[in-house]
C-alpha cells in the first residue's frame, strides 16, 4: 500500500480505510457502538473468534470433565506448548522457545529466580528507572531473597528527560559488577523501543545475561529474539494480543539455555512423557516448557487461539506497517489540529524508536481522560501527565484516530474537561 500525502479532511481517513488491507479484520471484533477504542495498549478487545474458542474449551469441560485434558478440541494438557509455538512467530523464536504460562511479573520472578546467579564480584541487576513498577518490585524481591540489599544491586539507569533512555547511558551502567540486565523492549509511558540488538551484543560482550518485557511490544512489533541472542523474554497476553483480561502470559527463553534447572519448579514443568511417572525427582522438560509451575489456566488462555489465529492470517510485518502509518497519521492530526493547546507529544518520532502508541504529554491530562471518556473516546491516562492513544492495526480505523482527534479538539476549544477533576481514578 502506497501512502499519499497527509490531509487533516475526515475524507482522506476514509480513503485510508478503503486502502488497508488490513480493514476487514474489524468485523472480527466486538466493539463498542459509537466508541472510539484507543487503550488495545492496556486491554485489547474481544474478538468473535476468541469469543469463540473460548466457549470450547467450556464446552469440552462441560461434555467431557477431566478428559478434556487429553481428548478434548485442543487437549489442554498440551495448550501452553501449543500457544507458545504460536506466540514464538510474533517474538521470531523456535516454537519450543516459547510457552504461554504465568503472567508477566510471575514468569520474570521465574526467570529472574533462574537468571539472576549472582557471583563473586557479578551480584547487580541492571534494569532503568522508566521501567513499569511491578518489574521493579518483582527484581527488588529477588535481590532480597538472596540476602543481599537492593538499595545496593539494583542499578536503575537514568532517564536524561524522564521520557526517554539512551542506549549509551544503559551500556554505560553494563559494569563488571552487573550479573543480570532486564529492559522492556517498549517503554510504557513514553513508547520509545529500545534497540534490543545493541543492547543485547554489549550485554554479552561484558559477558553479562539480558532479558526483555516484551509486554508493550509483543503483537504491535516483530521481533527476532533468537537471531539478537536474547537470553529471554516474557510479556502478557492481554495487550496488543487481545487474550482477555488476566490472560496467561509468556515467556521466551533462548534454546542454549535449555536443561538449566528453573528457580521455581513444578510439576508443570516436566518433561510431559515422565510428568504422570509421579516421581519425587523432578525432569525438567527441554524446552522452554520446563518453566511452567502449576496446573496451566485452561480457561485463561482459550481466548488465545482464535485471538491469535489472525495474527497469524495478517502477519506482524503488516500489522507493523499500518500500526507505524496510523501513528504517523494520529501525530500529524495532533499537530495540524491542536497546535495551540499545550500538548507535547512525548513518544519518539522517528520510526525506528517508536512502539504502538503514541504519548500525548498534557499538565491537565488527568481531567482530559475523563472528558474523552464521556465523550465517546477511550484513552489512558498515565501519571503525573500522560495521555496514550493507541490505534491497533486489527482492529482501529483511520476513522477511529480521525474522530478522536476531532472530539479532543472540541474538548480543548470548549474546555470541558475543565468540568472533572484533575485527579486519576483507581484504575487509571
Ligand atoms: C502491563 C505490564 C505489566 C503487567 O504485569 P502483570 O503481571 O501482567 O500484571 C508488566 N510490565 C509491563 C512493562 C507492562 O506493560
Redesign the pocket.
Known amino acids: 500500500m502506497k501512502e499519499s500525502a497527509f490531509s487533516p479532511t475526515e475524507e482522506f481517513a476514509l480513503e485510508q480505510d478503503n486502502r488497508d488491507a488490513l480493514g476487514p479484520f474489524r468485523e472480527e471484533y466486538y466493539l463498542p457502538q459509537g466508541i472510539v477504542y484507543l487503550d488495545g ?2 486491554l485489547g478487545m474481544l474478538s468473535k473468534r476468541a469469543e469463540r474458542t473460548l466457549m470450547d474449551s467450556l464446552n469440552d469441560w462441560k461434555r467431557m470433565g477431566i478428559d478434556g485434558w487429553t481428548q478434548g478440541e485442543r487437549p489442554w494438557f498440551y495448550q501452553a506448548e501449543r500457544l507458545g509455538a504460536c506466540l514464538a512467530t510474533l517474538v521470531g523464536a523456535d516454537p519450543d522457545e516459547v510457552i504461554a504460562s504465568g ?6 520472578h521465574q526467570l529472574a529466580s533462574t537468571f539472576y546467579q549472582p557471583e563473586g564480584k557479578r551480584t547487580k541487576i541492571l534494569a532503568d528507572e522508566l ?2 513498577p ?2 521493579i518490585y518483582a527484581l527488588q524481591s529477588q535481590i532480597r531473597l538472596r540476602g543481599l540489599d537492593p538499595h545496593e544491586h539494583l542499578v536503575l539507569a537514568a532517564s536524561r528527560d524522564g521520557r526517554f533512555l539512551e542506549e549509551d547511558d544503559i551500556i554505560a551502567c553494563m559494569t563488571e559488577e552487573i550479573a543480570l540486565i532486564v529492559l ?1 523492549t ?1 517503554l ?1 509511558r513514553s513508547g520509545q523501543l529500545l534497540d534490543i540488538p545493541r543492547l543485547t551484543e554489549e550485554a554479552h560482550k561484558r559477558g553479562i545475561m539480558i532479558g526483555f ?1 516484551g ?2 511490544s509483543v503483537g504491535a512489533i516483530p521481533h527476532r529474539f533468537s537471531e539478537w541472542d536474547v537470553d529471554f523474554a516474557y ?2 497476553n ?2 496488543y494480543l487481545n487474550g482477555g483480561p ?1 490472560s496467561v ?1 509468556a515467556l521466551y527463553v533462548n534454546r542454549k539455555h535449555f536443561g538449566r534447572l528453573p528457580g521455581l519448579a513444578g510439576w508443570f514443568g516436566s518433561d510431559k512423557e515422565k510428568q504422570f511417572d509421579m516421581e519425587l525427582s523432578f525432569s525438567p522438560a527441554q524446552t522452554a516448557g520446563a518453566y511452567q509451575i502449576g496446573t496451566p489456566h485452561i480457561l485463561s488462555m482459550a481466548p488465545l487461539f482464535g485471538a491469535l489465529s489472525m495474527f497469524e492470517e495478517a502477519g506482524i510485518d503488516q500489522i507493523r506497517q499500518k500500526s507505524l502509518q496510523q501513528t504517523a497519521y494520529l501525530m500529524d492530526l495532533l499537530d495540524e489540529e491542536l497546535a495551540d493547546h499545550g500538548f507535547v507529544i512525548g513518544n519518539p518520532r522517528e520510526d525506528a524508536r517508536r512502539g504502538g502508541h503514541v504519548s500525548l504529554e498534557h499538565p491537565e491530562a488527568a481531567r482530559i481522560c475523563k472528558a474523552l471518556k464521556d465523550s465517546g473516546v477511550i484513552p489512558d491516562f498515565r501519571a503525573p501527565n500522560v495521555i496514550r492513544l493507541a490505534p491497533v492495526a486489527l482492529y482501529t480505523s483511520y476513522h477511529d484516530v480521525w474522530r478522536a482527534v476531532q472530539i479532543l479538539k472540541r474538548i480543548m476549544e470548549e474546555q470541558t474537561y475543565e468540568r472533572y477533576e484533575n485527579k486519576r481514578g483507581v484504575v487509571a
Do not use: A, Q, R
Not at 503472567?103 to 520474570?108: C, H, K, P
Open positions: 495498549n492496556s503472567s508477566t511479573t510471575v514468569n520474570l521501567t513499569f511491578s518489574d522492556p517498549v510504557y518485557d509486554c508493550h510479556w502478557c492481554y495487550k488476566g502470559g
